[in-house]
């Protein structure tokens, strides 16, 4: 457990509270008490088994859609959308339904899916059979990639577990996917489900439409159902005294870069970057900017993003948002535009080449951005990249260059001054030095195949 | 035209990105809402079909040769 906090879990001092645990732990409050994954038994003496509903559903939505609208929970796989909505679009379709539990964790910078299912998977799966329940599904898949074999092993071990207790109503099905930048994208699961290849389908319909086998399908991320196992047990009112109003309960969220102790932490929502910082320890090296979100995030400047809080409405006041949880400090040293130019290569390679302007837009962008990098670029070449990057959005089956995108355009925002260097003097020492981002061999991608 | 009129502004122009391979015809047969890239992709300008580009919208759709342009009436 290397990539969680490195911090000694506290010992006998720390009072029990509730299904709240030290510092304000609910998701990784069983690894904070006790240093350990927390296996079925311990889970049920913490939790009890989950709550569920004597009687079948019928097409309504029932009390737990009703908290979770309540409770403002928002999905945590990247677009914060309210989870209470589409839990009750999927309740209301009549007829069975099916989940999918999306732990596939893209993400190249994050681990917190990763360490929330190696640490807690009871939750998780306790969520996952918990809103099969309140949409009427018939079965709930959990696709995880395949690349974390140990993690696969570990979830369809604790399934097992499980049946053999009769925990469950409805299967439970543990998959190993590609691990590939959109392979997780939610049709892109729905079509793996199905036999088919894991990149994204055009919509519509929407997987809550139509997806696994035709039928409504409600795609949530692995942190959200483990949220929603939560807010089942101890209601709205318990998981909105974390975070603000609009803003309610702990997030997962992942340091890199820049920090003395970067890992994955639990923290309210709407706490302030700065103090996030100083929760992994502080800054290892004077910081400049920060990319917030992930890959498809945006970078800040660090005066900027360091007063900033960590939730959708604050962070869409400068144009980014939370993403994944992921926050990773640039050094004031390092080449922002040279490791941009390095994650935006990344991501054309991911592209699932089925749309035109990703297809060919994703790697001109990165290659324009390259030669900015390398201050081979001049204002013509500027020009066009920007054009370039305007292009992007909104011009693909899924929002894959849409992040793209976004990366691009706020790097040359945040990183000018650079950019001004770069164009009259040729590239800046830092552009040759070691990069800070860990970004994956974007050759790499493709070994993986769709299937 | 009256069937236009009434339907004005309630009108959405969709693409399928997966489906569509750059023909360009529909930009052809429908300057007013779309251009096309440097790779000959197409660019909406609008995705708001004004009632008197109606037709012209049903025709560029009707031309798309993989069928992935499609006119849609908005709900609510
Ligand atoms: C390119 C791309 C990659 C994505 N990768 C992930 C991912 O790794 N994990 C995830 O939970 N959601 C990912 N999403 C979002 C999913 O499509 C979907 O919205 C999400 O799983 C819904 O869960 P939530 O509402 O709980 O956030 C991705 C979206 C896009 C466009
Ligand atoms: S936008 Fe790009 S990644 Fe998304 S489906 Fe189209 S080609 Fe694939
Ligand atoms: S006519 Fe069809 S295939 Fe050709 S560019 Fe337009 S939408 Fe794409």
Same mark, same amino acid.
């Given at each position: 457990?290397?990539?969680?906090?490195?911090?000694?879990?506290?010992?006998?001092?720390?009072?029990?509270?509730?299904?709240?645990?030290?510092?304000?732990?609910?998701?990784?409050?069983?690894?904070?008490?006790?240093?350990?994954?927390?296996?079925?038994?311990?889970?049920?003496?913490?939790?009890?088994?989950?709550?569920?509903?004597?009687?079948?559903?019928?097409?309504?939505?029932?009390?737990?859609?009703?908290?979770?609208?309540?409770?403002?929970?928002?999905?945590?796989?990247?677009?914060?959308?309210?989870?209470?909505?589409?839990?009750?679009?999927?309740?209301?379709?009549?007829?069975?339904?099916?989940?999918?539990?999306?732990?596939?964790?893209?993400?190249?910078?994050?681990?917190?899916?990763?360490?929330?299912?190696?640490?807690?998977?009871?939750?998780?799966?306790?969520?996952?059979?918990?809103?099969?329940?309140?949409?009427?599904?018939?079965?709930?898949?959990?696709?995880?990639?395949?690349?974390?074999?140990?993690?696969?092993?570990?979830?369809?071990?604790?399934?097992?577990?499980?049946?053999?207790?009769?925990?469950?109503?409805?299967?439970?099905?543990?998959?190993?996917?590609?691990?590939?930048?959109?392979?997780?994208?939610?049709?892109?699961?729905?079509?793996?489900?199905?036999?088919?290849?894991?990149?994204?389908?055009?919509?519509?319909?929407?997987?809550?439409?139509?997806?696994?086998?035709?039928?409504?399908?409600?795609?949530?991320?692995?942190?959200?159902?483990?949220?929603?196992?939560?807010?089942?047990?101890?209601?709205?009112?318990?998981?909105?005294?974390?975070?603000?109003?609009?803003?309610?309960?702990?997030?997962?969220?992942?340091?890199?870069?820049?920090?003395?102790?970067?890992?994955?932490?639990?923290?309210?929502?709407?706490?302030?970057?700065?103090?996030?910082?100083?929760?992994?320890?502080?800054?290892?090296?004077?910081?400049?900017?920060?990319?917030?979100?992930?890959?498809?995030?945006?970078?800040?400047?660090?005066?900027?993003?360091?007063?900033?809080?960590?939730?959708?409405?604050?962070?869409?006041?400068?144009?980014?948002?939370?993403?994944?949880?992921?926050?990773?400090?640039?050094?004031?040293?390092?080449?922002?535009?040279?490791?941009?130019?390095?994650?935006?290569?990344?991501?054309?390679?991911?592209?699932?080449?089925?749309?035109?302007?990703?297809?060919?837009?994703?790697?001109?962008?990165?290659?324009?951005?390259?030669?900015?990098?390398?201050?081979?670029?001049?204002?013509?070449?500027?020009?066009?990249?920007?054009?370039?990057?305007?292009?992007?959005?909104?011009?693909?089956?899924?929002?894959?260059?849409?992040?793209?995108?976004?990366?691009?355009?706020?790097?040359?925002?945040?990183?000018?001054?650079?950019?001004?260097?770069?164009?009259?003097?040729?590239?800046?020492?830092?552009?040759?030095?070691?990069?800070?981002?860990?970004?994956?061999?974007?050759?790499?991608?493709?070994?993986?195949?769709?299937? | 035209?009256?069937?236009?009129?009434?339907?004005?502004?309630?009108?959405? %122009? &969709?693409?399928?990105? =997966?489906?569509? /391979?750059?023909? @360009?015809?529909?930009?052809? %047969? &429908?300057?007013?809402? =779309?251009?096309? /890239?440097?790779? @000959?992709?197409?660019?909406?300008?609008?995705?708001?079909?004004?009632?008197?580009?109606?037709?012209?919208?049903?025709?560029?759709?009707?031309?798309?040769?993989?069928?992935?342009?499609?006119?849609?009436?908005?709900?609510?």
């Amino acid at each position: 457990m290397t990539e969680t906090q490195s911090s000694s879990p506290p010992s006998a001092a720390c009072v029990l509270d509730g299904p709240t645990g030290p510092y304000g732990s609910r998701l990784l409050y069983g690894w904070l008490r006790t240093g350990s994954p927390a296996d079925l038994d311990e889970h049920l003496d913490r939790y009890g088994p989950p709550p569920l509903p004597r009687t079948a559903r019928r097409p309504t939505a029932g009390p737990l859609v009703r908290a979770v609208e309540e409770a403002g929970l928002t999905g945590r796989g990247g677009a914060a959308f309210p989870t209470g909505r589409k839990l009750r679009t999927v309740a209301e379709t009549p007829g069975p339904a099916v989940v999918i539990a999306n732990g596939m964790e893209s993400e190249p910078v994050s681990r917190k899916d990763k360490i929330l299912l190696s640490l807690a998977p009871h939750l998780v799966l306790d969520g996952a059979s918990l809103a099969a329940a309140a949409v009427g599904a018939e079965a709930v898949h959990l696709c995880l990639p395949r690349t974390r074999a140990g993690l696969v092993r570990h979830l369809a071990g604790a399934v097992d577990e499980r049946r053999l207790r009769g925990i469950d109503r409805v299967p439970i099905h543990v998959h190993g996917l590609p691990h590939r930048y959109v392979s997780s994208e939610a049709t892109s699961l729905v079509r793996w489900v199905n036999g088919g290849d894991a990149r994204p389908a055009s919509t519509p319909p929407r997987p809550f439409e139509q997806g696994v086998g035709g039928l409504p399908t409600l795609v949530d991320n692995v942190e959200t159902l483990a949220h929603l196992a939560l807010i089942a047990r101890y209601g709205a009112d318990w998981f909105r005294t974390a975070g603000r109003p609009g803003a309610p309960g702990t997030t997962l969220v992942t340091l890199a870069g820049a920090v003395r102790a970067p890992g994955v932490y639990e923290t309210p929502m709407g706490t302030p970057i700065g103090e996030l910082v100083d929760r992994a320890e502080g800054p290892s090296e004077e910081i400049g900017a920060l990319l917030l979100g992930g890959f498809f995030g945006s970078w800040v400047p660090a005066e900027t993003a360091m007063g900033l809080s960590f939730a959708k409405n604050d962070l869409a006041a400068v144009g980014a948002g939370p993403g994944a949880g992921v926050i990773a400090a640039l050094p004031r040293r390092a080449c922002g535009l040279a490791e941009t130019a390095r994650v935006l290569a990344y991501l054309a390679a991911h592209s699932a080449r089925q749309c035109g302007p990703c297809t060919m837009g994703l790697p001109t962008v990165a290659e324009d951005f390259a030669a900015v990098a390398r201050g081979d670029a001049d204002t013509r070449l500027l020009d066009r990249l920007a054009g370039r990057i305007g292009l992007l959005s909104g011009r693909g089956a899924c929002r894959h260059p849409d992040g793209a995108s976004r990366l691009a355009a706020t790097a040359l925002r945040v990183f000018a001054d650079d950019l001004r260097q770069h164009i009259r003097r040729g590239p800046c020492a830092a552009a040759s030095r070691k990069p800070v981002l860990s970004v994956p061999d974007p050759a790499a991608a493709d070994a993986q195949g769709w299937r | 035209m009256s069937d236009a009129q009434t339907a004005s502004g309630v009108h959405t %122009l &969709l693409i399928d990105r =997966i489906a569509c /391979d750059g023909h @360009g015809a529909c930009a052809e %047969l &429908l300057p007013e809402l =779309i251009g096309l /890239d440097e790779w @000959g992709y197409p660019i909406v300008r609008s995705t708001d079909v004004p009632g008197e580009l109606l037709d012209h919208a049903r025709r560029a759709v009707a031309e798309c040769p993989v069928l992935a342009l499609r006119v849609e009436q908005k709900h609510r």
